[in-house]
């Protein structure tokens, strides 16, 4: 999903109209927020700040099974034992793989091949 502006989506506002954003972020729970900020902390402190944007396509291999780790990782616990440093983790694995989509897309492309598509 772009950040762009949607420009055949109006919005009003009283007599006003502008353009639609596609984006909700009223609409984030704090919780989830709360929860990734404690997961990018952990990873501050732990690897250096930014260090994840620095990765390789073997490093976003790996931030797929990172998020497929802490999945499974969640859904092997009883609900009443769910963590909050799962839900992070996988938030921060979204977040990572976007900012590789978007950002250095040839390294997202190359890793998505060679994990899905059996390209090497």
């Known amino acids: 999903m772009s950040t762009k502006k949607t420009e055949e ?5 009283g007599e006003g109209t502008r353009s639609a954003m596609e984006e909700a972020y009223h609409l984030i729970a704090p919780e989830g927020l709360r929860a990734l900020g404690r997961r990018c902390a952990a990873g501050e402190i732990g690897h250096g700040e930014g260090n994840w944007k620095h990765y390789d396509k073997q490093g976003v291999k790996q931030i797929f099974n990172h998020i497929v780790g802490h999945l499974y990782d969640e859904l092997s616990v009883a609900p009443e034992n769910t963590t909050e440093e799962n839900a992070g983790a ?11 989509a978007a950002q250095k897309p040839e390294i997202y492309r190359q890793a998505v091949d060679e994990l899905f598509n059996g390209v090497e």
């Open 90 to 100: 996988i938030m921060w694995g979204g977040m990572a793989l976007a900012y590789y």
């Open 9 to 13: 989506k109006k919005v009003r506002y």
